[in-house]
């Protein structure tokens, strides 16, 4: 089959690198890649364990703490039971769109301007030629132009935004994830090979971003000192969080074309993470490519219930409150009492635990929770 897939993203350059190897004609096609990104290049250990291009010479940072801030006063450190890692968005582009050129693929540097649909197959038009292919993949992200053009875009209200700096030098290895009271979203600072990515998530509201950066500039000198910010390079990017209504009508596929990661809506609304979900929807679509349906049932399956499920908790999450205060405030404050709590967030955080068992697996460990607050186990 004669596949083009719009996007060289993770999502995109591991779909045409499995489909490659499938015996298919694969066309990738972008304007930019490989690119930066704001994202703090988090990769979970589920994701480090399933997907084999992590077991290449790929730079990356292990992470051995993580200590999560709620304001000035409230904080939690945990160890991870298996690594984390943390990489370059380009370095990861880089030897993706390497392998998949290895296998096969023709790659493209141009942008698609229009797609128009010609029988069962598709035409792409950019400035300087047309494609055609058999079936289209859109792995163009949040605001994907192949969704736009084939079915409905992601609404203003099912999309956050990022903002991150970039910043050179070598630092510890620690992830830090700061929580502000007020404020719907979160800021982190993540260790990369040779640089640091300090950056903030939040909902897309109008009039936001300029306060945003300002907010995140405040973080890093107060971090790294005033000097830091003459070299940091700034980036900022749309991401999915689609909320509880949008997944019961998330439409990912049709006939002769389908979206995978962000373009699909695929990524943890609470926390922002897509690196694991666009590998993994690559690799779906990549299985049952001759049966697109198919492609969709597995997505949900796999991929959907449990962010559907996030989508749920995201509310009480930010704005809920437990114990007569902040939830996240109180969640920090019991973490650094119980360190089955810690194992149950370092868990989660590493990509082991799905939020879908969530409730049942903190309330199966209650007696234990409570066991440590006796006897004053903190890990």
Same mark, same amino acid.
């Given at each position: 089959?004669?596949? %083009? @897939? ?7 350059s ?12 694969? $066309?990738? @096609?972008?304007?930019q890649? *490989? ?37 000035? $006063? ?41 797609? $128009? *649909?010609?029988?069962?197959?598709? &035409? ?11 079936? +289209? ?16 875009? !992601?609404?203003?209200?099912d +999309? ?10 070598? &630092? ?9 009271p ?15 990515s ?10 936001? %971003?300029?306060?945003?950066? &300002? ?22 990017? *749309?991401?999915?969080? !689609? ?41 779906? +679509? ?5 049966? *697109?349906?198919?492609?969709a ?14 989508? $749920?908790?995201?509310?009480?999450? =930010? ?21 089955? +709590? ?12 799905? =939020? ?11 007696p ?10 903190s890990?």
């Open positions: 089959m004669n596949i %083009t @897939i719009v996007g060289a993203g993770p999502a995109g591991w779909a045409s690198i499995l489909l490659a190897k499938r015996g298919h004609t694969v $066309t990738l @096609i972008d304007p890649a *490989p690119w930066e990104k704001p994202c703090g290049g988090g990769v979970t250990a589920k994701a480090l364990s399933a997907f084999d291009i992590f077991d290449t010479g790929l730079p990356r940072q292990l992470i051995d703490q993580i200590t999560f801030y709620f304001g000035d $006063t409230n904080s939690v450190t945990l160890t991870p039971q298996q690594p984390l890692a943390i990489v370059s968005r380009r370095e990861l582009g880089k030897y993706l769109l390497d392998a998949a050129e290895s296998a096969g693929v023709s790659f493209i540097r141009s942008r698609v301007s229009k797609i $128009t *649909p010609a029988g069962r197959s598709w &035409v792409l038009s950019t400035r300087d030629t047309e494609l055609h292919a058999d079936f +289209l993949v859109g792995a163009d992200g949040a605001t994907s132009l192949v969704r736009r053009s084939v079915s409905e875009g !992601l609404p203003p209200e +999309l956050c935004v990022t903002l991150g700096y970039i910043i050179p030098g070598n &630092v510890s290895s620690q992830m830090k994830i700061f929580f502000v007020g404020f719907e979203g979160y800021i982190w600072s993540f260790p990369r090979p040779h640089h640091v300090y950056g903030l998530i939040t909902r897309s509201v109008p009039g936001w %971003t300029s306060r945003a950066k &300002v907010l995140l500039s405040n973080f890093i000198i107060a971090d790294l000192g005033a000097d830091a910010m003459e070299q940091a390079e700034f980036y900022s990017a *749309p991401v999915p969080c !689609l909320g509880p209504r949008s997944w019961k009508k998330n439409r990912i596929e049709g006939p002769g074309w389908a979206v995978i990661g962000d373009a699909a809506g695929f990524a943890d609304p609470i926390t922002g993470e897509g690196i694991h979900f666009a590998f993994k929807s690559g690799q779906i +679509l990549a299985e049952t490519i001759d049966r *697109p349906e198919e492609y049932q597995r997505a949900w399956t796999e991929i959907g219930r449990d962010l559907s499920r996030a989508s $749920t908790m995201y509310r009480k999450f =930010y704005r809920g409150s437990f114990l007569a205060g902040d939830f996240k405030k109180r969640a920090i404050q019991l973490s650094r009492r119980s360190r089955t +709590l810690k194992t149950i967030l370092g868990n989660l955080i590493a990509g082991n635990q799905g =939020y879908l068992g969530l409730k049942k697996k903190l309330l199966l460990s209650v234990r929770i409570g066991w440590d607050f006796i006897t004053g186990k890990g």
